[in-house]
């Protein structure tokens, strides 16, 4: 049920396939032996937190242990493919591709506490409310760091609605 949601966060903290793969399976393994006696307002939120601290021991982990990988690909390759779009053509998905990758890096370079609120709030449709429970926060706080996160975000991609292409 949750699985989607999950996932989605994962990647968009972690920003790479298997990253987030791994985290994943980690929140799920470490949320299913207190599943039964969970007795919050919202199971969703609940997990969403345990996959976000997840993401973030991963994160730690990185900085570390930086590593090179042999069998890493290229840059630019290791985004999740593309499931093509029977109504678009090439140059509809090649835009679309490099928005994602640019929206996507600029959420890379938020601070995690702001990526995490903006992520589930404006990609996820999680409700303040939930987005404090699963941050252990107060909603206020949650309004500020998605406050501050948008406001970076609409500074780093605003220069591009400029250029021509809008994000």
């Not at 969403?48 to 900085?63: F, G, Q, S, V, Y």
């Not at 959420?107 to 609120?117: I, K, T």
């Not at 909603?139 to 780093?156: F, H, P, Q, Y």
């Amino acid at each position: 049920l949750h699985q989607r949601a999950v996932y989605n966060l994962c990647l968009r903290m972690l920003g790479s396939q298997a990253a987030p793969e791994d985290a994943v399976q980690h929140a799920f393994l470490s949320a299913f032996p207190h599943a039964a006696g969970f007795r919050g307002a919202s199971f969703r939120a609940w997990l969403m937190r345990i996959a976000a601290n997840a993401c973030t021991d991963e994160l730690r982990r990185r900085a570390r242990r930086p590593a090179v990988s042999l069998d890493r690909h290229p840059p630019g390759t290791d985004d999740p493919p593309d499931v093509a779009d029977p109504d678009a053509g090439p140059e509809t998905l090649a835009l679309r591709g490099e928005q994602e990758r640019v929206v996507q890096a600029a959420l890379l370079r938020l601070p995690e506490d702001q990526r995490v609120a903006v992520i589930m709030c404006d990609l996820q449709g999680f409700a303040y409310e939930e987005i404090a429970e699963a941050t252990r926060t107060s909603i206020g706080t949650v309004k500020s760091r998605i406050a501050r996160g948008r406001d970076k975000l609409r500074r780093e991609l605003g220069g591009r609605e400029q250029s021509g292409t809008e994000y």
